[in-house]
């Protein structure tokens, strides 16, 4: 609320967005047995295929670091495997 004894609106966004994403992952978990940034992470793979880590974390806006650990555990879980790019053998492709 706001001097003026009004709600501010980037505030009200920002308590509907935490409750809709909350929401969100509670129906993943609930029904796919997946995190909602997996399930996030299985969408972008449906999209677009096989991508390189560092496109998909920069699609799901999380950094390098978090990225290796969410495919680990997607990896472990049995949803996606990682993959040598077929033209750069330092690259690392995740494929659902």
């Given at each position: 609320?706001?001097?003026?004894?009004?709600?501010?609106?980037?505030?009200?966004?920002?308590?509907?967005?935490?409750?809709?994403?909350?929401?969100?992952?509670?129906?993943?978990?609930?029904s796919a047995g997946v995190t909602?940034?997996?399930?996030?992470?299985?969408?972008?793979?449906?999209?677009?295929?096989?991508?390189l880590m560092k496109d998909l974390?920069?699609?799901?806006?999380?950094?390098?670091?978090?990225?290796?650990?969410?495919?680990?555990?997607?990896?472990?879980?049995?949803?996606?495997e990682r993959r040598a790019d077929?033209?750069?053998?330092?690259?690392?492709?995740?494929?659902?």
């Open positions: 609320v706001g001097p003026d004894g009004k709600p501010r609106i980037l505030y009200l966004i920002k308590l509907a967005h935490a409750a809709l994403t909350r929401g969100a992952e509670r129906e993943a978990a609930l909602g940034v997996q399930l996030g992470a299985l969408f972008v793979l449906a999209a677009r295929g096989p991508i974390a920069e699609e799901l806006a999380i950094n390098n670091s978090a990225i290796t650990g969410l495919v680990s555990r997607m990896e472990e879980a049995g949803l996606v077929e033209t750069d053998g330092r690259a690392v492709k995740v494929v659902a």
